[in-house]
C-alpha cells in the first residue's frame, strides 16, 4: 500500500486536522512540533491554519456547531433555529461560551440542500432541524450527553432519489469495468469513453478521454489519479448521493483511469463537511483491496498495482477549482495555480495528474461496463448522457434527480412540483440565476451547463436575500490571491449592503456592474471570474429588484452625516436644531 | 527558437519559454505591473498586468509568448480596468502617499499616476493594521502592503530564509512574518537581505534612513515608471 510517510510536508493538513479533533485547536506547540518534524516554518503552518474554516488556533466549545447558512437553509428557517440555539444555550453565534462547552457559528452550505435546515455537530450532520430538534440539541448539550450518544435519527441523511434514468436504473458489478479493460486494453476504453462522450460532469465539460490521454502522453515516472469530492458549490449534494451509494462505482472509475494513464496512486478529495463518509469510504476500500480490485496486481495482472488514500478538505470552497485541490491535497492553502501548464502534465507533486470530478469517475466506470450506445441512448449530441441534479429550494419534492441532458427547465420544475416559480439558481451560487421567460432554455453543456445544483425560488422568495446570500458566499470564500476577487468581493458585500438597506442609489448600482465586470474579465480564477454573477444576471434579468430599493437622489454619501454626529452631540450635551443636519445632511 | 507577436500593433520578437512580460521587458514595452520582477517567478496575483491576447484577456507575466499573438496593452479599455483595479488596491490598505517616505518612488502610487487615477473613487475600507517597528534595521508598514508577495519570494527562493508568509484568506490574507512572536525583530530577517529590497510599495522600508532624497527629486518625479521602469531595479543599482 501507499501511504504518505508521516513525516512528508504534504501531510500537513491531514495532520493538522487531526490535532484539531483531538484538541479541538491547534496548540501551539503541536504547531512547534510539526514545524520540526515537517521541516516547515511556523509561519506556513499558521498560514495553512487561518485558511481553512474548520482549523482553529484557539480552542472551540466541546460541541463545535455550525449552522449551514446557504440561501435553501436560510428560506426553511436556519437563521431563526440559529438563534432559538443561541439564546437557549447562551451563547451569540459566532463565540464560544465561557465555560468552553459549546462554539456556535455560521458555515457555507453543508451539501444538505434536500434535508434541510442542517448543521455539523463536531463535524457530523443534523438534519432536518425544527425548534423541537433545536431544543433537543440545547438539552444534549446542557446534559454534556457525549455525541454517540445521541439520538441516531438526528445525524439520518437519506438518499432521496426523485428520478431514476440510465444511470441510475443501471445494476452495476465491481471489477466487471476492470476486467474488462485488462481484456480489451486501454486504447479500446478510451475509445469507447471518447464515442459516448463523456464530459466532466463538474461542470466544465471537458472530454474526460482527452484529459486521460492527455496526462498518459507526458513523459513522467510517476503519474496520479484524484477524485475531486469536495462538492462545496451551495445548493449542490449529488456528489454525496454517489459517494453514500455508489462509492464502488467511482473508485472503479478511478482505478480504469490508473489503468490508461499508469497511475499507481490516487487520492479521493473528500470535503470535510463529508466526513461522516470516511469510515464507510475506507471500509469499501478495504473491500476491494480484499478482492484484488486494489493494489498489488489487480486481478492478478502483474505490474497493475494501484491504490487509493482519501484525504480530507477543512472548510474552503476553493479547493473544488483543481489547481488549488492539488495545493491542498500536497498539503498547502488552497491557492489556485497559474494554468498553463495544467494539471495533466504538470498536477500532483509536480506529475501529471487527472482530476475528474464524482459522477464523471462513476460513469466511466459505467460507460466501460454498459458500452456506447447505453450512453448515447439519452442526451443531446453535444451533451450525450444524463445529468444527476441536487433540487432544493421551493418545490415539494427536493431530492437527487437523473435527467438526460437536453431535458427542459419547466419540464424539471414540473417533476420536482415547483411551483409560482419565479426564478431558478443553476450551477450553484457561481451559476447563472434564470428567470421564467427562460426556462423552455435546456440542460445541457450547449445551454446551461451545470455541476448539478438546481435552487428553486418561488413568487413569495425576495430574490435580493438570495443574491445577497450568494455574494457573501464568495467574499468568505475568496482565497485571497488576486486583487479582483480578493477586494471586489468584498467592495460587492458592501455595495449590496448598501442596495438591501435601501440607501443606494442608481450610481451604486453602475459601480456593482462595472465592479462585476472587472472581475469577471480579470479574476485569477473561475471563483473570482464567477463571483459576480449573481449580482450580474440579477441586474440584467430581475432590475426590478434592485430598482425598488434605490433612493431617487443621484448620490447617496456612504454614510448618514447626521447619524455621524450623534457621539458630539453627546459629548457636548447638545440636540438643538443646530445639532443636527436637516434631511440627513445631503 | 524564437519568433514575434504584436503588442498594440508593434513587432515584438521573443524566445521560445519567455511570457509576454519578459519579451515586452526586453523590447522596452511597459506593461503595468506591481508583483512582477523578473529576478522571480511569475506571480500573476495583481492583475494589472492583464492584456487581451487574441482577444482573451490574460495577465501578462503568467502568458507565454506565441508567434503570431495579437497582444492589446495601452487602450482605453484596458487602461480604465487598470484604472479601477488600482482604486481597489488604495480602497484596500490605507495609503497616504503626501505621508509616505516612499511617495515618489513607491511603484502603486507612479502605476496609478501612469493609467491616470487622479482620486478615490470609492469607499476605502480603513482595516486597522499595525506598524511592526520591532526590527533594529527595518520597518514593517502593514497599512500599505498589496499582497505582492516579492518578499515571500525573496526570503524563501533567494535569501532561503522563508521569513515572510501570507496567511489567512479572501479579504483577511495578509502578510505574517516567521519567528516566535511573529514578530520581524525576532525573525532571522536581515537588512541586507533581497527581501528588504524587492517591495514595490512602502510596506518594508529601512530605518534611520528618511528622505534622504527630497520629495520632488525622486524617481517618478523625475519620469514616468513608463519610462524608467521598477523601483527595485533601481534600488539594485544604487545598492550594487
Known amino acids: ?586 | 527558437m524564437s519568433g514575434s507577436f504584436s503588442i498594440d500593433g508593434v513587432t515584438v520578437p521573443f524566445e521560445t519559454g519567455q511570457s509576454i512580460m519578459d519579451a515586452a521587458l526586453a523590447a522596452k514595452i511597459y506593461i503595468p505591473h506591481l508583483c512582477h520582477n523578473p529576478e522571480f517567478q511569475p506571480h500573476g496575483s495583481c492583475r494589472l498586468c492583464c492584456v487581451t491576447a487574441n482577444g482573451r484577456t490574460v495577465a501578462a507575466c503568467t502568458t507565454l509568448a506565441t508567434d503570431g499573438l495579437e497582444v492589446a496593452n495601452e487602450t482605453h479599455e484596458i487602461t480604465t480596468r487598470r484604472r479601477l483595479l488600482l482604486k481597489l488596491l488604495f480602497v484596500e490598505g490605507n495609503h497616504v502617499c503626501p505621508a509616505c517616505e516612499k511617495s515618489g518612488a513607491c511603484q502603486l502610487q507612479a502605476v496609478a499616476y501612469h493609467c491616470g487615477m487622479l482620486a478615490p473613487e470609492f469607499v476605502h475600507f480603513y482595516p486597522k493594521r499595525a506598524v511592526d517597528a520591532s526590527h533594529p534595521e527595518t520597518i514593517i508598514d502593514f497599512n500599505r502592503c498589496i499582497l505582492c508577495e516579492l518578499c515571500v519570494r525573496a526570503s524563501r527562493d533567494h535569501d532561503g530564509k522563508s521569513v515572510f508568509n501570507i496567511s489567512g484568506r479572501g479579504i483577511d490574507a495578509h502578510l505574517t512574518i516567521d519567528s516566535p512572536s511573529g514578530r520581524l525583530g525576532d525573525s532571522r530577517f536581515s537588512a541586507s537581505d533581497k527581501a528588504a529590497r524587492v517591495c514595490p510599495v512602502g510596506a518594508i522600508l529601512p530605518k534611520h534612513r528618511g528622505y534622504e532624497i527630497p520629495i520632488g527629486r525622486r524617481l517618478y518625479d523625475q519620469e514616468s515608471i513608463s519610462q524608467v521602469g521598477d523601483v527595485a531595479s533601481h534600488r539594485e543599482q544604487e545598492d550594487g
Open chain 1, 1 to 586: 500500500m501507499h501511504t504518505v510517510q508521516e513525516n512528508d510536508p504534504s501531510n500537513l493538513l491531514q495532520r493538522l486536522i487531526g490535532l484539531q479533533q483531538a484538541f479541538r485547536h491547534i496548540p501551539s506547540d503541536a504547531i512547534d512540533h510539526l514545524a520540526e518534524s515537517l521541516g516547515l516554518s511556523r509561519a506556513f503552518i499558521l498560514g495553512v491554519i487561518q485558511f481553512y474554516s474548520f482549523l482553529h488556533s484557539s480552542p472551540r466549545g466541546e460541541y463545535d456547531i455550525l449552522f449551514s447558512d446557504n440561501i435553501t437553509d436560510q428560506m426553511q428557517g436556519s437563521r431563526l433555529l440559529a438563534q432559538r440555539l443561541a439564546s437557549k444555550l447562551g451563547v451569540d453565534i459566532g463565540r464560544t461560551r465561557d465555560d468552553q462547552r459549546v462554539t456556535l457559528d455560521y458555515t457555507s452550505c453543508t451539501g444538505m440542500g434536500d434535508q434541510g435546515p442542517a448543521a455539523l455537530v463536531n463535524g457530523h450532520p443534523i438534519t432536518r432541524l425544527t425548534m423541537e430538534r433545536v431544543d433537543q440539541l440545547a438539552a444534549l448539550i446542557e446534559q454534556a450527553v457525549p455525541l454517540d450518544n445521541w439520538p441516531a435519527e438526528l445525524f439520518q441523511v437519506s438518499a432521496g432519489v426523485e428520478r431514476r434514468d440510465i444511470v441510475l436504473n443501471s445494476d452495476y458489478k465491481p471489477g466487471t469495468a476492470i476486467l474488462r479493460c485488462l481484456e480489451e486494453g486501454a486504447e479500446e476504453l478510451l475509445r469507447r469513453l471518447e464515442q459516448a462522450g463523456l464530459r466532466g460532469c463538474g461542470g466544465a465539460g471537458f472530454s474526460t478521454a482527452k484529459k486521460w490521454r492527455f496526462c498518459a502522453s507526458t513523459e513522467s515516472a510517476e503519474r496520479y489519479v484524484v477524485c475531486n469530492a469536495d462538492e462545496g458549490e451551495p445548493g449542490t449534494f449529488k456528489d454525496r448521493y454517489l459517494l453514500q451509494a455508489h462509492a464502488d462505482r467511482l473508485f472503479e472509475g478511478m482505478t480504469l483511469c490508473a489503468a490508461v494513464i499508469g497511475a499507481r496512486r490516487g487520492f479521493l478529495y473528500l470535503r470535510g463537511e463529508y466526513r461522516y463518509l470516511l469510515g464507510p469510504l475506507q471500509q469499501i476500500l478495504q473491500q476491494r483491496r480484499e478482492n484484488g480490485l486494489l493494489g498489488q496486481a489487480i486481478l492478478g495482472r502483474d505490474g497493475f498495482d494501484f491504490d487509493i488514500d482519501i484525504h480530507l478538505g477543512a472548510g474552503a470552497y476553493i479547493c473544488g477549482e483543481e489547481s488549488a485541490l492539488i495545493e491542498s491535497l500536497e498539503g498547502k492553502r488552497g491557492i489556485p495555480r497559474n494554468r498553463p501548464p495544467f494539471p495533466v502534465t504538470r498536477g500532483y507533486l509536480g506529475m501529471p495528474t487527472v482530476v475528474n470530478n464524482v459522477e464523471t469517475l462513476a460513469n466511466a466506470a459505467l460507460i466501460a461496463q454498459q458500452g456506447v450506445e447505453w450512453f448515447r441512448s439519452v442526451g443531446t449530441a453535444q451533451s450525450p448522457g444524463s445529468k444527476l441534479l441536487s433540487i432544493s429550494g421551493d418545490c415539494e419534492r427536493p431530492g437527487i434527480y437523473e435527467f438526460p441532458f437536453g431535458t427542459p427547465i419547466s419540464e424539471i420544475l414540473a417533476a420536482c412540483q415547483a411551483h409560482h416559480t419565479q426564478a431558478v439558481q443553476i450551477g450553484g451560487a457561481a451559476g447563472r440565476l434564470i428567470p421564467p421567460a427562460e426556462f423552455n432554455r435546456t440542460l445541457a453543456f450547449e445551454d446551461l451547463a451545470t455541476g448539478g445544483s438546481f435552487m428553486v425560488f418561488n413568487q413569495s422568495r425576495e430574490l435580493l436575500n438570495a443574491i445577497d446570500n450568494f455574494t457573501r458566499f464568495f467574499r468568505h470564500e475568496s482565497c485571497g490571491f488576486c486583487t479582483p476577487c480578493r477586494v471586489g468581493t468584498a467592495m460587492l458585500t458592501k455595495q449590496l449592503g448598501k442596495v438591501m438597506v435601501g440607501h443606494a442609489t442608481s450610481k451604486d448600482l453602475d459601480e456593482l456592474g462595472t465592479l462585476g465586470s472587472l472581475m469577471r474579465q480579470t479574476s485569477h480564477c473561475g471563483l473570482g471570474q464567477t463571483a459576480a454573477n449573481p449580482i450580474l444576471d440579477g441586474l440584467e434579468k430581475f432590475p426590478d429588484i434592485f430598482q425598488s430599493r434605490l433612493r431617487s437622489t443621484s448620490f447617496e454619501p456612504a454614510f448618514d452625516l447626521d447619524a455621524s454626529l450623534e457621539e458630539a452631540r453627546a459629548i457636548t450635551g447638545r440636540s438643538d436644531p443646530g445639532a443636527h443636519l436637516e434631511g440627513g445632511g445631503v
